[in-house]
């Protein structure tokens, strides 16, 4: 009898075990396929391993977490802007000459070199062609071909010794009628002499014009009061050209008025108005 009991109840705790685990081994009658057990973990592993890794979810990466650092550009590169520096009155009337450094020196190379380039003169219809070459000594600081557009820009201006038709300047690096010469103090002395230039004037002679680098790059204080460096520079181009045009000197007219081209106003203004121009 107790063995009948037992396996009794042996049989009545295996039908309850079947009742129990039927759901997660058979379909249902549906034909739904219902997740087992090792399927839950499965998905649940790949859930935790998706949030790890997108990519490996099938998304890319960065695209689907939204983070701007891994996404692809999408067009051209902003370049941080760069600041153009920006140059003071001195510094731009010095490039616009060529000049590097106003603290020449008292002697350069002593040897002379010619500024290749020509042009043809603007009035080629004025009553005179003159053909210019410009010159600039070695070892000063000056970029040689600024200096010359410089010069020839001086010489045609509109105020200058062609404003009334009677002259116009071509350039040329070949055989000149003038010479425009930028050279040291003590190159411009020899080039002079025996007018005494004292390491401190130029002149205008022998078929050039010499222009003390040192006054150039400097003009003079009295000048300056009342005038420009660029236009003192002027002054000095057409001055001396002057001189070789056939021009003398002249005198202030009167306290307070323009001084003429003529006057040596690198001497003294005598009371005039600092002035670059054959025709002001």
Not at 90 to 114: F, H
Not at 168 to 192: I, K
């Amino acid at each position: 009898m107790r063995r009948f009991l037992s396996a009794m109840a042996a049989v009545a705790v295996g039908v309850v075990l079947g009742v129990l685990l039927a759901p997660h081994v058979l379909p249902p009658t549906g034909g739904e396929t219902v997740p087992t057990a090792g399927d839950l973990r499965s998905a649940e592993s790949v859930s935790r391993e998706s949030e790890r890794d997108p990519e490996r979810a099938g998304e890319p990466i960065g695209a689907a977490a939204g983070d701007p650092d891994t996404q692809e550009p999408t067009g051209t590169p902003t370049q941080e802007p760069t600041e153009t520096p920006t140059l003071s009155p001195a510094e731009r009337a010095d490039r616009r000459v060529g000049l590097r450094d106003r603290d020449i020196p008292d002697s350069a190379d002593g040897t002379l070199s010619v500024v290749s380039g020509d042009s043809e003169a603007p009035d080629p219809g004025a009553d005179r062609v003159v053909t210019v070459r410009v010159e600039v000594e070695d070892g000063l600081p000056v970029d040689g071909e600024a200096f010359a557009g410089f010069v020839m820009d001086t010489l045609n201006d509109e105020r200058g010794w062609g404003h009334d038709g009677a002259v116009s300047f071509a350039r040329t690096d070949g055989e000149p009628e003038f010479r425009v010469v930028l050279a040291s103090p003590d190159h411009v002395d020899e080039m002079c002499a025996p007018l005494a230039t004292g390491g401190e004037y130029s002149c205008g002679r022998y078929g050039h014009a010499a222009l003390n680098a040192m006054r150039f790059a400097q003009a003079t204080e009295e000048f300056l009061a009342d005038g420009s460096i660029t236009a003192y520079r002027q002054y000095l181009v057409n001055h001396e050209v002057g001189h070789l045009l056939g021009h003398q000197h002249q005198d202030c007219p009167g306290n307070g008025e323009v001084a003429p081209l003529m006057q040596q106003q690198t001497i003294t203004l005598d009371g005039c108005l600092p002035n670059a121009w054959p025709a002001p």
